[in-house]
Structures are given as C-alpha cells and as structure tokens.
C-alpha cells in the first residue's frame, strides 16, 4: 500500500496564482520529499525537508513539515503553465525506504 | 554526472510471455529502488536494495517478479509470466544514503 494520501487529487488554477497542496504519511520519518511528474515519466526531485526541519524554501517552492500531524504542504507560488505536472510527496524511514503518495494533477492555464 | 539509465523505453508483450527490465544506477549510488506506476497512480514501491544486497521486497508479487542486482551496481527486473494487470510504467531510482531519490525514464510496459 503507497504511505500516504494526498489532497487534492486535482488542482486547477490560474497563471499568477498560488497552488498548494497537502500530504498525510502513516509511519515515522527521515525525511521528507516533493517530487514532480511530466507525462507519467520519470519523476524529478524538487526539494528535501528534513524530519527535524518545520519549513523549506527552494525558488518558488515552500515546504512545511508537521510531525505531530505526520503531514506536510507545498506551496508553489505564482505558478506558470510550465508547473503544470503531477506532484508526489515521498517518505523516507530510517531504512531507507522511499514510499510515495497518490500525487496531485495541477493544471495551470493562461 | 550521468543519470540512472533504463532500457527498454516501451515493450510490448502478450500475456503469458516473460520481460525483463535493466537498471545502470548512478555511480556510487548504495541503493536502489524499482518501482510500479499504473497509469493515473503513484509509484509503489516493489523492491529497495543496498549495494546487492535486499532491504525491502515486501509489496513484490514473487510468484511472478523477481528482481536482482549484480555485484551492487547494475539491476534487473523481470515479470514471469506477465499478467494483462502488470501493464504500468517501471520506474528504476539509486539514492545515497538518507539523500532523494534520482529517477531513470522508466520503462512502460504494455500486456496484451
């Protein structure tokens, strides 16, 4: 079974705004990571928060990380039609292993 | 630096027949993940080695995968024999150690 949920499964927005969405993991961490998606193809990684971190900021990028709620957030900021893609949150244990969640379809129009 | 390399791109089978995937992770990488994605899904993890040796093959369907890793570099994974419901996208990663993972092209299979 994938680690986590996540939500929205779908998120549509404008250029200019802001899209965040939202992971739930069910075990205890290492880490915690944000990937995305072109076309169902080889993922590529975004950014890294840390299981002792509460906040990363990468370009446009924020990440929170909540431990007591085993949740995290990605914030893209004034998004373009080129963040358009599908966006997975990962989990890593202590052993290493790298389980993801049901990812996001963000779809930003013109 | 060169990325994990995956071959084949596409591959076509009936069911029944027999595939194997290949895996080149990148150098110096310990561990190495292949990893399920059905269209529309996340990736499910099947199998997680370090260097050659297994840390996790819990979600692998071993009546029917099987999956291993030559001297703790290269890997391969095979389907024996593929079911219409294998049909997915085979994704390959290598990671240092407590470091995020870096994804191959995947290789997408199709059972008919």
């Known amino acids: 079974s994938q680690q986590g949920e996540e939500d929205p499964q779908a998120l549509s927005i404008q250029e200019g705004e802001n899209a965040t969405m939202n992971c739930s993991y069910k075990t205890s961490i290492n880490n915690l990571q944000w990937y995305r998606q072109n076309s169902g193809r080889g993922l590529v990684h975004l950014i890294l928060?840390?299981?002792?971190?509460r906040e990363k900021h990468s370009g446009r990028l924020r990440v929170t990380l909540d431990t007591s709620k085993k949740s995290s957030s990605l914030l893209i900021t004034a998004s373009r039609a080129a963040d358009t893609a599908s966006y997975f949150c990962?989990?890593?244990?202590?052993?290493?292993?790298?389980?993801f969640g049901a990812g996001t379809q963000v779809v930003v129009t013109p | 630096e060169a990325g994990v390399a995956q071959s084949p791109r596409y591959k076509i089978i009936e069911k029944r027949q027999s595939v194997a995937f290949w895996c080149n992770p990148i150098s110096g990488h310990a561990t190495l993940y292949w990893y399920q994605q059905i269209l529309g899904q996340g990736p499910k993890l099947l199998i997680q080695?370090?260097?050659?040796?297994?840390?996790?093959d819990s979600q692998l369907p071993k009546d029917r995968f099987s999956a291993e890793r030559l001297k703790g570099v290269d890997s391969t994974l095979k389907i024996q024999p593929a079911k219409l419901e294998d049909s997915a996208v085979y994704l390959c990663?290598?990671?240092?150690?407590?470091?995020?993972?870096?994804f191959g092209s995947g290789t997408r299979l199709t059972v008919v």
């Open positions: 080695f370090q260097n050659n040796g297994v840390v996790d």
């Open positions: 990962a989990s890593t244990d202590s052993w290493g292993k790298l389980q």
């Open positions: 990663a290598s990671s240092l150690e407590a470091a995020w993972g870096t």
């Open positions: 928060i840390r299981s002792n971190e």
